[in-house]
């Protein structure tokens, strides 16, 4: 049912495979009586993301936006049909909802957003996939960008094996820590987890809030200036954590006075989290960036570097320049306008002092 509704590869945990792991690999958070869990993932098209990377036109943001919530779609609906089907067969079943649902009961969910399952872990112990350095989770056939989907049962179903370290896409490249903007991932520290007896790692997160301030959209410039993500914000960025999280609240606050970007995709609205408003993707560069050849990976951060910054219209639309000539443009802006891009942390900081 899952590979008719789109799914290219399955595998199963079981209550004893996901023991002994973090928080996010309990299953029985969701189901109390869970004694399996189903993982599966649906891919991004190729062609489509090497565009998006390079900036190829304004409009391919809205498409990818498109895509992305469409590939959410297809696996919710998988999964209830999957759910459904294990209902009417007497057992209990749940769908995981795949983004934007956390664990609230968590002291500080907040900042660490805790998912009510990882479907990253799930993922990993199921055989589905394997982590890459940047915690992002992949296959040799589609690299990290992948969407994953989960249903947990009591049915007890067989569970699969993780996929051998020997047949994992990641070669350690480490470019996923080169095309964050805000370097929020380690090159050389790291993660490690366990789960039902076997070890799994990845880089170690510098600091969860540079992820909020730019895979949120608050900030594209990326830290060397040559490139941005699909957002016109350009903060100068703190490595001092009580800085970043200064510059956290004071983006997020200019964020919402931006006008919406105006394409083929108006974004969405998560159920939980409050207050977040609506949300329009601009980043994701550790997630496409990788193929799992070494080859395309390379194409695909090329085509990235080179693909200028983005400067958004006061109608609310994006154009794309080359580095150089974005900074003129930025520069030619009244600085009301500016301040909607670019806030002066340390000036506010120093007022507070």
């Not at 995981?96 to 969910?109: E, L, M």
């Not at 996939?129 to 989907?149: C, M, P, Q």
């Not at 480490?174 to 076997?198: D, H, L, R, W």
């Not at 301040?339 to 002066?344: C, I, Q, T």
């Amino acid at each position: 049912m899952l590979y008719e509704g789109g799914a290219k590869k399955v595998g199963f945990a079981s209550l004893e495979t996901m023991t002994g792991g973090p928080t996010g690999a309990d299953i029985t958070y969701l189901l109390p009586e869970a004694q399996s869990a189903i993982s599966f993932y649906v891919p991004f098209s190729k062609d489509l993301i090497l565009k998006y990377l390079g900036k190829e036109d304004p409009s391919i943001r809205g498409v990818h936006e498109e895509e992305n919530l469409e590939i959410h779609r297809i696996i919710w609906k998988a999964s209830q049909r999957v759910k459904h089907w294990l209902i009417e067969q007497g057992y209990k079943a749940m769908s995981v909802i795949p983004n934007n649902h956390y664990r609230t009961d968590i002291p500080g969910w907040q900042v660490s957003l805790p998912p009510e399952l990882s479907l990253r872990y799930l993922a990993v112990r199921s055989g589905v996939a394997s982590f890459g350095w940047s915690g992002n989770v992949g296959t040799k056939d589609h690299g990290t960008a992948i969407i994953l989907g989960g249903i947990v049962t009591n049915a007890k179903l067989k569970s699969t094996d993780p996929i051998p370290e020997s047949e994992s896409f990641c070669d350690k490249c480490k470019i996923c820590t080169k095309v964050c903007a805000y370097q929020m991932f380690s090159p050389t520290e790291e993660t490690n987890i366990s789960i039902g007896g076997y070890h799994f790692s990845y880089s170690k997160r510098i600091n969860k809030m540079r992820c909020f301030i730019t895979c949120g959209g608050s900030n594209g410039l990326h830290s060397s200036g040559k490139f941005s993500t699909w957002s016109p914000g350009r903060y100068d960025l703190p490595e001092n954590d009580e800085e970043v999280t200064r510059l956290l609240s004071l983006a997020l606050t200019s964020q919402r006075k931006r006008p919406l970007i105006k394409d083929s995709s108006s974004g969405y609205q998560p159920a939980s989290y409050g207050g977040m408003g609506t949300v329009q993707l601009t980043c994701g560069n550790c997630q496409f960036v990788c193929v799992g050849n070494p080859k395309e990976t390379a194409k695909r951060y090329k085509a990235l570097i080179n693909s200028g910054c983005i400067i958004q219209n006061e109608d609310g639309s994006l154009e794309v320049y080359p580095t150089e000539k974005a900074k003129e443009v930025f520069e030619s802006m009244s600085i009301k306008r500016q301040h909607l891009y670019r806030k002066d942390y340390k000036r506010n900081l120093r007022n507070r002092t």
